[in-house]
């Protein structure tokens, strides 16, 4: 594995996910700082990679690796402290594991799907919307507008990733 800024973003970004589950349960300044340097990680390693020629096959696997992480260890916090429903962390769990199963469908048909718009709006919008959640999470009316946001944003990129991508189902061998 070659090892370039962009990857040690990504090592970073997986090393403060348990670090955030601590803090997340002690101090929510500190859980919000590490979450906002976390997800800070996730914007600069993979412009850093593009821009400087730098993309490898570990970046392409950890990077949305390590956002899944980040992204679900909040929300699976989030359930444990009464935050949100678990069926609303369910429903991002399925969907990453939908889009995951639909690329290594693709990956085994030598196909590769890169991320689309509503994808990276998604991640954008689910990082800021746990960032208030982390600070207002006593206020429900902030949990349910950031979780619903969550929600939707999860299903419109699962339907848009489906729409765009869907016939690697319909393929055949």
């Not at 469908?105 to 919008?125: E, H, N, P």
Request: charged share 15%; net charge neutral.
């Amino acid at each position: 594995m070659k090892m370039n800024v962009p990857n040690i973003l990504t090592i970073i970004r997986v090393i403060l996910v348990p670090v955030f589950i601590i803090c997340f349960f002690q101090n929510e300044y500190v859980a919000l700082a590490v979450f906002i340097i976390a997800s800070f990680t996730d914007f600069l390693d993979g412009n850093l990679a593009r821009k400087n020629g730098q993309v490898t096959n570990f970046g392409k696997f950890m990077d949305p690796l390590a956002d899944k992480l980040l992204v679900t260890s909040a929300l699976i916090c989030f359930v444990q402290v009464g935050q949100i429903p678990a069926w609303a962390a369910i429903i991002v769990v399925g969907r990453d594991l939908a889009v995951d199963g639909l690329r290594m469908l693709a990956a085994s048909r030598s196909i590769v799907m890169a991320a689309g718009w509503s994808g990276k709006i998604k991640t954008a919008v689910t990082m800021l919307a746990i960032c208030v959640m982390i600070v207002f999470g006593g206020e429900e009316l902030v949990n349910q507008i950031g979780a619903g946001l969550i929600i939707l944003l999860n299903i419109v990129s699962l339907i848009d990733y489906f729409h765009a991508n869907g016939k690697v189902l319909l393929d055949s061998e």
